[in-house]
C-alpha cells in the first residue's frame, strides 16, 4: 500500500509552461518535504512545510500544504530546462520520512 | 554539498564479499539514517539512529547491519548480499529524528552493483 502517492509520474513539458505536481494522502503527517532529485545524488531538500494550509515560495516553484496536513502540492511558473528532475514529497510520521514514488519532470528547451 | 558524506560512491562486489558504506555528517546533527532506493520503488527507510541508539529497523534482512559510533558517524556492514540488493543507499541525518518540522539532509549515495 503506498501511503503517498504523488502524480502525475512522468511529465514533460516545454519551457515556459506551468505545472503542478500533486502529492496525496488518507494519512495526516506533522510536516511535509519536497526534495529534487539529479540522476546519480541524493535528495536535495527543496522546502518543508509544517502548518496546514501553509504556502511557500522559492521564486518559481510555490508549495502548498493542505489543511487537513494530508495532502500538498508543487506548483512551478514559467519553467526551465534546469527544472528537470526526480521531484520527490516525503511525508513525516513519528520518526520516519514516507516517499511518494517521485514525479520524473523534463523541461524541453 | 548538503553536509553529509559518502564513500565510496559506486561499489561492485560479489555475494560471498564483505564490504561496509560510511557516512559522515558534518551538520552538528543527532540523527541519521540509512535509506535504499530501488528503480521503480519509493525510497524505503532501512534503520534510524537517534543520539546513537537505533530506534527503527524497518524490517531490514540480517545480512545488513548498521553501525552508529558517534552522531556523526554511519556504517552500513553488508556480507552474502543477493543480486536484488543491487540499489543506491542514501545516507541522511537531521536534527532530531522525530520532531515537529524535523528535515532529513540526504548525502549523494552509494551505488551497489551485487555479482
Known amino acids: 500500500t503506498q501511503l503517498l502517492e504523488q ?25 511535509l518535504q519536497w526534495y529534487r532529485q539529479e540522476p546519480g545524488e541524493g535528495p536535495v531538500l527543496l522546502v518543508t512545510v509544517v502548518t496546514g494550509g501553509e504556502v511557500k515560495k522559492l521564486k518559481r516553484l510555490t508549495f502548498q500544504f493542505g489543511d487537513a496536513r494530508k495532502d500538498s502540492s508543487l506548483h512551478i511558473t514559467a519553467a526551465q530546462p534546469g527544472d528537470t528532475g526526480l521531484y520527490l514529497c516525503a511525508g513525516a510520521r513519528a520518526q520516519k520520512l514516507v516517499f511518494g514514488q517521485g514525479t520524473r519532470l523534463t523541461i524541453n528547451p | 554539498e548538503t553536509g553529509v558524506t559518502q564513500t565510496p560512491r559506486h561499489l561492485v562486489m560479489g555475494m560471498t564479499n564483505k564490504k ?55 556504517f552500513l556492514h553488508l556480507h552474502t548480499l543477493q543480486p536484488e540488493d543491487s540499489a543506491l543507499y542514501l545516507c541522511a541525518s537531521s536534527q532530531v529524528a522525530g520532531a515537529l518540522g524535523d528535515t532529513q539532509y540526504f548525502g549523494p549515495g552509494t551505488r551497489l552493483t551485487v555479482l
Do not use: D
Request: proline share 6%; hydrophobic share 30%; glycine share 2%.
Open chain 1, 7 to 31: 502524480s502525475p509520474q512522468f511529465l514533460s513539458i516545454q519551457e515556459g509552461e506551468n505545472l503542478t505536481v500533486y502529492c496525496n494522502s488518507s494519512s495526516v503527517f506533522s510536516s
Open chain 2, 20 to 74: 561496509s558504506l560510511k557516512c559522515e555528517q558534518h551538520l552538528g546533527h543527532n540523527a541519521m539514517y540509512w535509506y535504499k532506493q530501488s528503480a521503480k520503488k519509493p525510497l524505503e527507510l532501512m534503520f534510524v539512529y537517534n543520539f546513537k541508539e537505533q530506534t527503527e529497523n524497518n524490517s531490514v534482512p540480517s545480512r545488513f547491519s548498521p553501525e552508529c559510533p558517534n552522531s556523526s558517524h554511519l
